[in-house]
């Protein structure tokens, strides 16, 4: 992708994150397929990547593995491999057991280990290195999210010339739990890199600017940092949405109004259908959000005729301690309840270890009376936000944590507490009793939001802050379908 002097590439647009929107599979035969990344930041990224060109940078999920670049389904695909150590140090190890659970509220104690800090700084360089080969002279570079925090001023120094955007998924802590981090400043300093620096929450972006006062030491006002060299770097909240016309007209395909029809009749038709969906992942609030409902069932103030669970927990980060960890109590906490009180053929909660295309999690969202969300942290959830552009119809209630992100902008959800188990009870019981007007009251006032601060809105806000002159035209969502 360089240009003919080899300067530089051609791409006036890309965006580096961590995985590419698919992962490469090889099957036992040696046969090789692709499959769509697990988590919300490929939902949401994907449709503007469609509608406005340029590449994408990122590992396609196999250790060990160079390929060349490639089209995918008319998206430009960058792969940047990762060998099978760094799989472990950089990806596991200083992502995802170090940032993630610190970034989280430290839900999970994070580990720090100085190996798996260098490995995080080797990859990050080799992603700055081939976004520094692909852009084009000026061009819009976007970063995305935790694992490449180092990569914005990495990306300066070698291409002073593009503007660099990042973009965090997930929170960013208060000073206090940042402050634990070794490299706190080296992280700071990465992020200073960009010249408009993204989080989901006003509240992040607060505690970004304050550490980068009290820790590099740099002048600040309001959403501004001034630079020594007089580069001006601001940090603002951009909440991230989804695709909402797109998931609405989905949900409308009469082939997953036909799916929704047959998991009910394969549940038994009852009168509630709960749902969960979310990755396997310890922030997610899952075993709070069994006991609530097995507690419902055992006490009977919910009986197992008239309301089933069903939980797709997608496998993530499998070779992680806590994650191991997490399945195996999650297995026993199903199997404990539907031991207990589940009959043959009706077991309380269905629970399903697996990954689905977006159609079945369309059909499923249909299918649900009430959706409950209840992470103990996350930075937005875009869960949430796809059950409410799938209830077209204006039913469903949804059931969500304070903790989220969305919660900031999904305020006549049943909002809770997840540390708070009684509350929660009470949350679901009342969403599982809400007849068809309170249902419709609340999903209206939802899916105005949802609808009309969509990802492209998202996208629009972000880019025309990072470069005002090339953003691109909102696309608005057509609802008249
Ligand atoms: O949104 C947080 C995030 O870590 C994304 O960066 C990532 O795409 C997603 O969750 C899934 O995580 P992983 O790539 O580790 O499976």
């Known amino acids: 992708m360089a240009d003919s002097s080899g ?34 930041l490929v939902t949401a990224l994907e449709p503007v990547m469609r509608r406005k060109g340029g590449a994408w940078i990122g590992w396609h999920g196999a250790p060990d593995e160079k390929l060349r670049p490639f089209t995918h389904q008319g998206l430009k695909l960058v792969p940047v491999h990762l060998s099978e150590s760094e799989v472990v140090e950089y990806y596991e190890g200083f992502s995802n057991g170090t940032l993630w659970p610190l970034y989280h509220d430290v839900i999970a104690p994070p580990a720090f280990h100085r190996e798996w800090w260098d490995a995080y700084v080797t990859v990050n360089r080799r992603f700055a290195e081939r976004a520094a080969k692909v852009a084009a002279e000026g061009a819009i570079v976007w970063v995305q999210d935790y694992q490449l925090q180092l ?24 000073t206090e739990l940042f402050q634990q ?37 740099h002048k600040t006002h309001r959403d501004a940092v001034y630079l020594p060299d007089g580069r001006v770097v601001r940090a603002n909240a951009y909440p991230i949405s989804i695709d909402a016309a797109g998931f609405e ?7 997953v109004v036909a799916r929704a029809a047959e998991i009910r009749e394969s549940l038994g038709n009852p009168r509630t259908i709960v749902l969960g969906i979310d990755r396997l992942d310890y922030t997610k609030g899952l075993r709070q959000r069994i006991r609530a409902f097995g507690e419902l069932i055992t006490e009977g103030a919910v009986h197992p005729d008239d309301a089933v669970f069903v939980q797709v927990a997608t496998p993530s980060r499998e070779r992680v301690d806590q994650y191991r960890m997490l399945r195996d109590e999650i297995d026993r906490l199903v199997g404990r309840l539907n031991g207990d009180v589940g009959r043959i053929g009706q077991p309380p909660i269905t629970y399903l270890h697996a990954s689905y295309p977006r159609e079945e999690m369309a059909a499923l969202y249909r299918a649900a009376d009430v959706m409950v969300v209840t992470p103990l942290r996350d930075g937005m959830n875009l869960v949430a936000k796809e059950y409410v552009a799938c209830r077209y119809d204006d039913r469903g209630s ?44 609340r999903m209206k006032a939802l899916r105005k939001q949802v609808m009309e601060n969509d990802i492209d809105q998202w996208a629009n806000d972000f880019l025309s802050e990072l470069a005002p002159a090339t953003h691109t035209k909102r696309t608005r969502p057509s609802r008249e379908q």
């Open 7 to 40: 300067k530089f590439g051609s791409a006036e647009f890309v965006v580096i994150a961590n995985r590419l929107p698919v992962d490469r599979v090889v099957a036992p035969d040696g046969s090789t397929t692709w499959r769509t990344s697990p988590g919300g």
């Open 151 to 174: 990569v914005p001023a990495m990306l300066r120094e070698l291409r002073p010339d593009v503007r660099i955007g990042f973009f965090l998924h997930i929170p960013f802590p208060p």
């Open 181 to 217: 981090l070794p490299w706190r400043r080296e992280i700071l300093e990465g992020l200073l890199g960009a010249d408009l620096v993204g989080f989901q929450l006003n509240g992040a972006a607060g505690n970004f600017i304050r550490l980068v006062r009290q820790r590099v030491g």
């Open 249 to 255: 007209e989905m949900a409308r395909d009469p082939a």
């Open 398 to 441: 949804l059931v969500l944590s304070e903790f989220a992100g969305a919660a900031g902008e999904l305020k006549q959800a049943y909002l809770v507490n997840p540390y708070d188990i009684n509350g929660m009870k009470q949350a679901m019981l009342d969403a599982i009793k809400a007849g068809p007007k309170e249902q419709a009251r």
